[in-house]
């Protein structure tokens, strides 16, 4: 779900990954990124124009209901696979899930924050999911990754169907892109997601 941004959306550099630095960030509309693994300077961003995806407004095209019917879905089971995942399709110039990010994330996964959904073939391999951090009925997905058809795109349904049971309100996609937009992405101004966003994280 998230791209290497254009500058303007850089709010500040520096502090640490720490569990509370990390979900406070989250709480005031930012989140974290590390330019490589050789150069671990820590940025935090908060776009101008941010994607959030409607709960009920997600595009399911018949070829994703289809591919649905051919994978399992589960909760939580492989956390760190799936950063790992992710972590695997991004090239030399784009790289920000740093093992430095997998070990934190994987820490705040522990204490509950940080959630992935997985999808399995038939024969029990992982073939794709999505991960990230949930505060009261905000739910913000950091990154995706398929190796079969739609794998990543059923983790999205999923995860849309559980926030929907559990009557959650906002789902933050970061970055618009083409491939989000198809799937029913809407960009919003930053000011109308941090209203969003404070209801959203209210107890």
Not at 131 to 148: C, D, P, Q
Request: charged share 20%; hydrophobic share 40%; aromatic share 10%.
């Amino acid at each position: 779900m998230s791209q290497w941004p254009e500058q303007d959306d850089l709010i500040g550099q520096g502090a640490n990954l720490a569990p509370a630095t990390i979900i406070d960030g989250y709480r005031h509309g930012l989140f974290a990124m590390e330019r490589s693994i050789d150069h671990p300077a820590l940025f935090w961003w908060s776009p101008a124009e941010r994607c959030v995806i409607p709960l009920d407004g997600l595009r399911v095209t018949r070829s994703m209901r289809n591919s649905a019917r051919r994978y399992h879905i589960r909760i939580n089971t492989c956390f760190e696979r799936v950063m790992l995942g992710c972590a695997a399709r991004e090239d030399e110039n784009n790289v920000w899930i740093t093992p430095r990010f997998i070990d934190q994330y994987t820490e705040l996964h522990e204490m509950g924050w940080a959630h992935s959904v997985e999808t399995f073939n038939d024969d029990g391999v992982l073939v794709g999911g999505l991960y990230g951090v949930r505060i009261n009925k905000f739910f913000a997905g950091e990154s995706m990754f398929h190796l079969s058809r739609d794998a990543s795109k059923v983790a999205l349904m999923a995860l849309v169907d559980v926030m929907r049971s559990a009557r959650m309100t906002l789902l933050d996609a970061q970055w618009p892109t083409p491939h989000l937009e198809s799937l029913g992405g809407k960009v919003v101004p930053r000011g109308d997601y941090l209203t969003r966003l404070a209801t959203a994280i209210a107890p």
